[in-house]
C-alpha cells in the first residue's frame, strides 16, 4: 500500500490550498482516511478524517476553513483549505486506517507535503 501526497506549496495567509493523496494498492479492512499535520518543534496532529460510511471530524483549529472529501473511484482523499493562517504552516500527511487479518489497527502514510502560510 503506498500513498502519493500532493499539492502543497506557498500560499498567503487568507488564500486556500488544496492537498490531494492517491492510494494504490489493497488496505484488508479500511476504517478511514484523513490528513495530520506536523509543525516545526511540534508533534502531529490530526487535521480532519472520514470514514469509509462518509462521516467526518476536524480538528477545532480548523473547523469552518478545511473540508475533506474522499472519491471512492479514484481511491484519493482530499484536503481543501480555505482562509488559511500562518499558523497552518506545516508538513501535511495523508493517512488511511485499517486493520489486518487479526483485526489489528494499521496506519498507512504517505511521504508528506509541505504547506506554507506567509503573513
Known amino acids: 500500500v503506498q500513498l502519493q501526497a500532493s499539492g502543497g506549496g506557498l500560499v498567503q495567509a487568507g488564500g486556500s490550498l488544496r492537498v490531494s493523496c492517491v492510494v494504490s494498492?489493497?488496505?484488508?479492512?479500511?476504517?478511514?482516511m484523513g490528513w495530520y499535520r506536523q509543525a516545526p518543534g511540534k508533534q502531529r496532529e490530526l487535521v480532519a478524517h472520514i470514514t469509509v460510511g462518509g462521516s467526518t471530524t476536524y480538528a477545532d483549529s480548523v473547523k469552518g476553513r478545511f473540508t475533506i472529501s474522499r472519491d471512492v473511484v479514484k481511491d484519493t482523499v482530499s484536503l481543501q483549505m480555505n482562509s488559511l493562517k500562518p499558523e497552518d504552516t506545516a508538513v501535511y500527511y495523508c493517512n488511511a486506517d485499517g486493520r489486518d487479518l487479526y483485526g489489528v489497527r494499521i496506519d498507512y502514510w504517505g511521504q508528506g507535503t509541505l504547506v506554507t502560510v506567509s503573513s
Open positions: 494498492g489493497r488496505i484488508f479492512t479500511l476504517n478511514g
